[in-house]
């Protein structure tokens, strides 16, 4: 597993009901479901939908801006974007229908204000790095964002931080929150 996603399980509760928009292959829900909780995940990628089916993960395949919809008022403890926001076409809208679906949310994302990114940037040229790793004609991501555009964004749609987890490039937390914006590669939000 990611060592974001890690600390992403870490942060729900055992025997929690959980959906995860964007699961990819399924490993943070295997490893939740074996920790007693009960899983569903959302998932566009046909492979990865595969892999998710293999690892014994429930899986809707299709895309989770239109499959959010079909889900009940509070269906769920917990609701996880991983790394999807960025790529969403209304990333507003899905935030909103994840605090409608959910108890809590976390979201996860790539931080594009890092400041290699910045230098990146001012050399001419889009950024690639371990949190950004595809080139801009490949990337998935349509909505570059800084943490402190996220923060605005969530406070918008009524979304209150309980947890910011700020990553290195490595994935590892920062020991210190000091310029989060410039120094952050990605952080991890706990938000209700």
């Given at each position: ?14 025997h929690a ?140 749609v009524e ?22 914006n410039l ?10």
């Amino acid at each position: 597993m990611r060592p974001d996603l890690a600390i992403v399980a870490d942060l729900i509760p055992a025997h929690a009901r959980v959906l995860d928009l964007g699961c990819g292959g399924g490993k943070l829900l295997a490893h939740l479901a074996e920790r007693g909780c009960t899983v569903q995940g959302v998932e566009i990628d046909d492979d990865s939908v595969l892999r998710a089916i293999r690892r014994g993960v429930p899986v809707i395949e299709g895309d989770l801006e239109s499959e959010l919809s079909t889900f009940a008022d509070d269906s769920y403890d917990v609701v996880v974007l991983s790394q999807t926001l960025q790529a969403m076409v209304h990333p507003a809208q899905v935030l909103r229908e994840m605090r409608r679906v959910g108890g809590q949310g976390i979201v996860s994302v790539p931080n594009f204000g890092l400041w290699r990114n910045r230098l990146a940037l001012l050399r001419g040229r889009m950024p690639v790095s371990r949190t950004i790793p595809h080139p801009w004609h490949e990337t998935p991501n349509i909505h570059h964002s800084t943490l402190a555009d996220l923060e605005a964004l969530l406070g918008e749609v009524e979304m209150r931080v309980v947890r910011r987890i700020l990553l290195d490039e490595h994935a590892a937390p920062l020991r210190s929150a000091v310029l989060p914006n410039l120094r952050a590669a990605a952080a991890i939000y706990l938000v209700r």
